[in-house]
Structure formats: structure tokens, C-alpha cells
T-cell receptor
Framework: AQSVTQPDIHITVSEGASLELRCNYS??????LFWYVQSPGQGLQLLLK??????LVQGIKGFEAEFKRSQSSFNLRKPSVHWSDAAEYFC?????????????FGQGTTLQVKP | EPEVTQTPSHQVTQMGQEVILRCVPI?????FYWYRQILGQKVEFLVS????????KSEIFDDQFSVERPDGSNFTLKIRSTKLEDSAMYFC?????????????FGSGTRLTVV
């Protein structure tokens, strides 16, 4: 069955430090992978997505993610975290069924940024 | 940039009452979805809708739930007799005609509180 695992429920980093959020997926075919960010009380904003091609994808707000098929991972990184990056981050895999593609989300990682 | 619009942003209802959550997808999108996020938990797929019929639904989407596209612009989720456990944030999403692009756009959500 398709699934997404985000091993870290909560991460705290200092402002200016680097960040890596882990994501592992289980999916039988070539995965379509996504990272979303959710600020408190807000909706889901797409940070970046991977469909095919270059395994290092760039997103908005200075985020990037690397697809590693051998490790079934799609980790999110940012070289220098800003206080405004504090939010909930969700990794998701896209699963086709007929004409539609539902997203399967991980449990999320809460990022806290220390001044 | 085109948006998915959801109304209301917050709805409080009594247990056993019917509620209708409304969404206006992006105009040229053909695939429509509802997702749910119980407080503190991950985002879960409820249902997908294409060509005026349900394409796929999860086990959460039981007979108490229904979806409709009553006109060319709105997409609604109805819960016939709400239960306390239906309290959650409900997200509408739409995606582009090119299913390969996974051009998913989420609305800001409706927070449903059942009392």
C-alpha cells in the first residue's frame, strides 16, 4: 500500500542554521512527490514537486528537495532557516487511480525556529 | 494567481445537523477533491470528482457524505448528520486537465466544529 513516513514529528533549529526534513515513501510505481507547508490556521501551500528528471528540485522560499530512489526518500532542505519558516511541513506522494490523482500525506513535521 | 476559494472559513454546527461546505475551484480545472485534517493529525483524502461523478473515495467517505457540482463553478461537500468526530479542517482542491502535471491547488480550508 502507498504510504509516506515523516520520521521527525518536531524539529527545532536556530535561525540561520541549515535544515533537513526527512520523508520516506512506499509506492509501487514511479512516484510523484510533493512538499507542502502549512502555517497555523492556514491552508496548504506547495513548496515543490518532483515528477521526473533532475532528482534535485528547487522550490519556493529557498527550499530544495532531493529524490533518492534507492532510499525511497525525498528529503527537504534549506541552507539557512528564517524565523518565518516556522510551520508544519507535509510530504506527500501522488497516487493515480483512473483519471484522478489523490495525494497521500505523511504525518507532518513541526518546525520551530529559535532566535 | 488563480485560487481555490472555500466558504465559510469557519462553521459551527450542532451534532445531527446537516452542513454544506462550498468551494469554487480554478475555472479550467477538471478534477476536484476534498480532504480532511483532524486537529493535530495528517491530511486525509476523502473523495475525488471528475466528469460529474465520484472517481474515488476513501473509507472515511461513508453514506453521510456526498459531493455535488451544482453548477459550472461550485463544488460542495455535504455532511448529512454531523457527528462530533466530523470536527476537522476540510480542504477543497482542484487539479489541471493534464493529469501528468499534478497541478494541485488547495483552498484555505473550512474549519468545521461540531458541538
Amino acid at each position: 500500500a502507498q504510504s509516506v513516513t515523516q520520521p521527525d514529528i518536531h524539529i527545532t533549529v536556530s535561525e540561520g542554521a541549515s535544515l533537513e526534513l526527512r520523508c520516506n515513501y512506499s509506492y509501487g510505481a514511479t512516484p510523484y512527490l510533493f512538499w507542502y507547508v502549512q502555517s497555523p490556521g492556514q491552508g496548504l501551500q506547495l513548496l515543490l514537486k518532483y515528477f521526473s528528471g533532475d532528482t534535485l528540485v528547487q522550490g519556493i522560499k529557498g527550499f530544495e528537495a532531493e529524490f533518492k530512489r534507492s532510499q525511497s526518500s525525498f528529503n527537504l532542505r534549506k541552507p539557512s532557516v528564517h524565523w518565518s519558516d516556522a510551520a508544519e511541513y507535509f510530504c506527500a506522494v501522488g497516487a493515480y487511480s483512473g483519471n484522478t490523482g489523490k495525494l497521500i500525506f505523511g504525518q507532518g513535521t513541526t518546525l520551530q525556529v529559535k532566535p | 494567481e488563480p485560487e481555490v476559494t472555500q466558504t465559510p472559513s469557519h462553521q459551527v454546527t450542532q451534532m445531527g445537523q446537516e452542513v454544506i461546505l462550498r468551494c469554487v475551484p480554478i475555472s479550467n480545472h477538471l478534477y476536484f477533491y476534498w480532504y480532511r485534517q483532524i486537529l493535530g493529525q495528517k491530511v486525509e483524502f476523502l473523495v475525488s470528482f471528475y466528469n460529474n461523478e465520484i472517481s474515488e473515495k476513501s473509507e472515511i467517505f461513508d453514506d453521510q457524505f456526498s459531493v455535488e457540482r451544482p453548477d459550472g463553478s461550485n463544488f460542495t461537500l455535504k455532511i448529512r448528520s454531523t457527528k462530533l468526530e466530523d470536527s476537522a479542517m476540510y480542504f477543497c482542491a482542484s487539479s489541471a486537465p493534464d493529469r501528468g502535471s499534478y497541478g494541485y491547488t488547495f483552498g484555505s480550508g473550512t474549519r468545521l466544529t461540531v458541538v
